[in-house]
């Protein structure tokens, strides 16, 4: 690993600081403010929540169309004009005085972040890395998990020291400086690898879907489920986490360190799944790694320790990133690179239409009473469903 990251320091780095800059337009950074917001425009939490899922979906369409871009600008003018935009949407974040202005700001930051800083790091590392693609989405999804690491403390220290106004001005001041020097530097001659990708990839007879082809693939249909179900199940959770907190006795301070627990084991996670995927490849892999969850939720439906909560954080962490890797990796596997962005940004609108619609659905679930074990069944059982159904997938050429 070492040696590989060495030879491809670069742009291993682009796809690592990628995945780490799209953590302040995740749901656990932006969630840190929303009290403030809610404070500022005399929001209940169920228009909030509703205002936060309405911009999430229609970043998700945005997608679509922007996603795709990938494939024909480059890499360099595409990750910059990102980090412009973003840095623009954390000022205007820090300026925020309306419901209509939170919207916009709750949209980009969402659009910009999650969406394609998320994209754009995955589809680098899939598209550039042939024999080493389990290793480079293993090395990038480390940025999503110093994220969740760093991130939170830092927005605390600011908060306390300089208020959340100037926390967001710094979140733009971070991405346009450090940011955007680090990604001007690191893609400084890109353009002679992309040349050389685009040689490789003329004189091989490679895999080349479209985006319609791949809409009426029944291998799509088979594999979709499982990938969406770990950001559509644990942004559900992570959501309404102080409200499963309350009924489980834990303690916000117990949940912090619980996200500490969950960090550490998606690096972890990563890793491992990396060189699986090297050896095994993705698709062999789909029908298995969303099984151990089934034992976690068992054990959550039973226990209320911390020792469960912390089990339970971490296991979450490893799962999403075997999930975030192995996805990433599966679709490069059976529909090749050369449209990889445009089949991607259907991955990525799919991925955030499901973390737009869990807290909805989840919240639901948990207003009608005692039901978190009812939740929790569910989830079980879903997951069971859409493992059978990548474990059909392989019946399909």
């Not at 911009?55 to 890499?75: C, E, F, P, Q, Y």
Request: net charge positive.
């Amino acid at each position: 690993m070492i040696k590989f990251f060495l030879n491809n320091k670069n742009l291993l780095l682009v796809g690592f600081l990628t995945a780490f800059g799209s953590g302040f337009g995740q749901t656990y950074f932006i969630s840190l403010f929303g009290g403030y917001f809610r404070n500022l425009l005399d929001l209940t939490n169920g228009e909030f929540g509703s205002l936060y899922s309405a911009a999430t979906m229609l970043s998700a369409i945005s997608l679509i169309w922007a996603g795709k871009l990938i494939d024909n600008v480059a890499l360099k003018k595409y990750i910059m004009i990102i980090i412009f935009g973003f840095s623009l949407t954390c000022l205007l974040t820090s300026r925020v005085s309306n419901v209509y202005i939170l919207f916009i700001c709750l949209f980009f930051l969402r659009f910009f972040g999650q969406g394609l800083m998320g994209h754009t790091s995955r589809t680098t590392m899939a598209r550039y890395f042939n024999q080493n693609r389990g290793k480079a989405l293993a090395i990038s999804s480390y940025g999503l998990a110093f994220g969740e690491m760093v991130y939170p403390l830092l927005a605390v220290l600011f908060i306390g020291l300089m208020g959340w106004r100037y926390t967001w001005l710094s979140c733009s001041i971070m991405l346009l400086v450090f940011f955007g020097s680090c990604f001007w530097v690191l893609l400084k001659n890109h353009n002679k690898r992309h040349e050389e990708f685009i040689k490789s990839q003329k004189n091989d007879k490679n895999i080349s879907w479209r985006r319609r082809d791949v809409l009426s693939d029944i291998k799509f249909y088979c594999y979709l489920p499982s990938s969406l179900l770990t950001g559509f199940a644990l942004t559900g959770f992570f959501f309404h986490q102080v409200h499963i907190a309350t009924l489980k006795s834990w303690n916000l301070s117990l949940i912090a360190f619980g996200l500490f627990f969950y960090a550490v084991f998606s690096i972890i996670g990563s890793t491992i799944s990396g060189f699986l995927i090297d050896k095994f490849k993705a698709r062999t892999l789909m029908p298995y790694f969303l099984l151990p969850l089934i034992i976690i939720f068992t054990l959550l439906i039973f226990n209320e320790g911390p020792i469960i909560l912390f089990i339970y954080m971490s296991w979450l962490g490893f799962t999403q990133a075997l999930a975030e890797t192995i996805s990433g990796a599966l679709w490069a596997e059976l529909y090749g690179v050369n449209n990889l962005g445009s089949i991607k940004a259907l991955m990525t609108f799919f991925g955030v239409l499901a973390s737009a619609a869990s807290p909805f659905l989840f919240g639901f679930i948990l207003d009608q009473g005692n039901t978190l074990n009812l939740l929790i069944v569910g989830t079980i059982i879903t997951i069971i469903v859409c493992s059978l159904l990548s474990y059909l997938g392989k019946y399909f050429k």
